[in-house]
Structure formats: structure tokens, C-alpha cells
């Protein structure tokens, strides 16, 4: 049986990786600190024998006995709300946790995918975003912390390769959303969500006309799942090319909840990026990947998680 590590295993993504990890014949070592995760999101993988899960802090040394044939590294404070809260952590995990993952892989011969992101192109001058753009970024802005610890993460992922020969995979993951993200997660659409279904206005930051790409989960797994057993070692994007803008979002939320409440504006966060879109032809070349679930149906799904978290 293979065996796989994931870090931020706890967390939205982490748990449904852990998930399709464990259906594709894989033990899972989960490794989390809790600080953004949730031991919620684990409890119907922990009645499966080949699921265990490790309470740490990734940026100190990670013990694994025995084997492991491929390390997942997603830990990281992921929302805008997280990162603001725990810049600090952002930037350890991004670069301590980087190399600490990096030479467990080393340590065990294994297969390495690092979860890199679309802020990695930061407020972008190009649309839609290719991977060989370099980005628009503010490196002393608020939301550089978590931009620059995943652009040296990146880097850092890159120089283990070509010095160490390490085998590995950078996804740049586009906005995901579904099951297991959390009320207050501070992202457009869980925030749109729960407004709706507890009757409050919906909150835009801006004047709504930014826009973003909205990936379901289930189409993201499937794109990381491909992406660990091809042969890719440069960075792919991973997400959802249907682009709307956030005011567009919030009156599709409205619908699909069936509730005819208001909208309120705020300004928007510093470095807020004004586009973001993905180029995913690298992904259908080398894949074969493409998300299938619309957002009507994405939302429904998600609609029905949320609903049970209020009311459950």
C-alpha cells in the first residue's frame, strides 16, 4: 500500500486530498497544527485504519517512520482573513515548512507536490493568467506575507529538484470552494453564503466589478489527483476559466438560496486583485483536466453544506 503525507490535511483541501488519497488505495499521515483546520473535517476518515493523524506545526522537523512514497504540502493559512491574522505563521509555513517538507521528501525518496496559489500573480496586468506570467505583486503590502511565502515556496520546490533531483509537482490553485469550508472563512462565497441563508445584506469589499474564477472541490481534487502521477515538473494551474465579477456572484447566491435580501459595499483590502482568471490549456495538454461542475451546481451543493452547519 503506498503511503502519503499530507500537511494542512485538516484544513478545506487537506481533508478532501486525505479523502481521494485513502479511495485510491493510499494510507494517509495527516499532519496539522489546527490553526486554520479543523479535526471535524477528519472524523469519517479517522474510522478508516489506513488514515492517522499528527497534531504539529510543520515548520519544526516532522518524524515519519517507515516509508513514504509521496509528501502533499498544503499547510498554510489559506483566506485573506487567515493570513492577515497569522502573517507571521503564513511566512514560516511558506518557507520553513517548504524546506522541512522538502527534506522529508528527500529523506524518503518521494514524490513531492507543493499546493502553490493564484496569488502568486498578485493584482495581474494579463488576463487570463498563463504560468509563465511572473506576476504583480507587493512584496510590503498585507498580503504579501502570504503571495511571497508561496512564490518562495515555489522556488525553493524548484531548487530541490534541480539540486537534489527531487521528483515534484506545483499546483496553482484558482478560488475552490465546497464542503468543509468553514462559516467564517472570510472568502466571497462562504461569506455570501451564510449572509443569505441568516438573512443578512451581502458584504462586498470594492465596488463589485473585480472579478474571480470559482472552481468546486470535487474538479480541484481530480486536477491534483492528475497532476501527482504525471510527469510535470513545472507549475500547472488548477481552477475554474468561468469568470464573474463579485457583484454577479452575490445576485447568484441570492438566487440559488431563493432570498431577496440586500447588498452593502465597503472598500476594498489593500492589493485586492482587480482579475483573476485561469489559463488552464497547460492543464488540458498534460492532464487531460478540465473542471466539470457549473457553479449553479456547485452552489446548490455548497448551499446544502452550509445549511446543515447553521442548522445542525
Not at 476518515?45 to 493523524?53: A, K, M, P, T, V
Not at 507571521?88 to 527534506?103: C, N, R
Not at 482568471?277 to 452552489?299: H, M, Q, T, Y
Request: proline share 6%; aromatic share 8%; net charge neutral.
Amino acid at each position: 500500500m503506498p503511503r502519503a503525507v499530507v500537511t494542512g490535511g485538516g484544513g478545506f483541501l487537506g481533508s478532501h486530498l486525505c479523502e481521494r488519497l485513502l479511495a485510491e488505495g493510499y494510507e494517509v499521515v495527516c499532519v496539522d497544527n489546527l490553526i486554520t483546520g479543523s479535526r471535524e473535517n477528519l472524523q469519517a476518515l479517522e474510522r478508516n485504519d489506513g488514515f492517522s493523524f499528527l497534531e504539529q506545526d510543520v515548520t519544526k522537523h516532522v518524524e515519519i517512520p517507515g516509508a513514504v512514497d509521496v509528501v502533499l504540502h498544503l499547510a498554510s493559512p489559506a483566506s485573506p482573513g487567515d493570513y492577515l491574522s497569522y502573517p507571521i505563521q503564513t511566512l514560516k509555513v511558506g518557507a520553513l515548512g517548504t524546506h522541512v517538507t522538502l527534506g522529508l521528501a528527500k529523506a524518503k525518496a518521494a514524490r513531492y507536490l507543493l499546493a502553490s496559489t493564484s496569488e502568486v500573480y498578485g493584482d495581474p496586468l494579463v488576463n487570463p493568467q498563463p504560468e509563465d506570467y511572473w506576476g504583480n505583486v507587493n512584496p510590503i503590502g498585507p498580503r504579501g506575507v502570504y503571495d511571497e511565502a508561496k512564490r518562495y515556496a515555489e522556488a525553493m520546490t524548484m531548487a530541490y529538484h534541480r539540486v537534489h533531483r527531487i521528483d515534484i509537482r506545483i499546483a496553482r490553485i484558482f478560488n475552490t470552494y465546497g464542503s468543509r469550508m468553514r462559516l467564517n472563512d472570510g472568502r466571497a462565497i462562504p461569506n455570501f453564503i451564510h449572509q443569505a441563508l441568516t438573512g443578512q445584506p451581502l458584504t462586498i469589499y470594492g465596488d463589485g466589478k473585480q472579478t474571480r474564477s470559482f472552481c468546486y472541490v470535487s474538479d480541484l481534487i481530480e486536477g491534483l489527483w492528475r497532476l501527482l502521477n504525471e510527469r510535470v515538473a513545472e507549475p500547472v494551474n488548477l481552477g475554474n476559466p468561468q469568470e464573474l465579477t463579485i457583484l454577479a456572484l452575490a445576485t447568484k447566491v441570492k438566487e440559488v438560496v431563493g432570498k431577496d435580501i440586500g447588498i452593502v459595499f465597503k472598500p476594498a483590502p489593500q492589493d485586492d486583485p482587480k482579475v483573476r482568471r485561469p489559463d488552464i490549456s497547460k492543464a488540458k495538454r498534460l492532464l487531460g483536466w478540465e473542471p466539470k461542475v457549473g457553479l449553479d451546481e456547485g452552489l446548490r451543493k455548497t448551499i446544502e453544506f452550509f445549511r446543515g452547519q447553521i442548522h445542525g
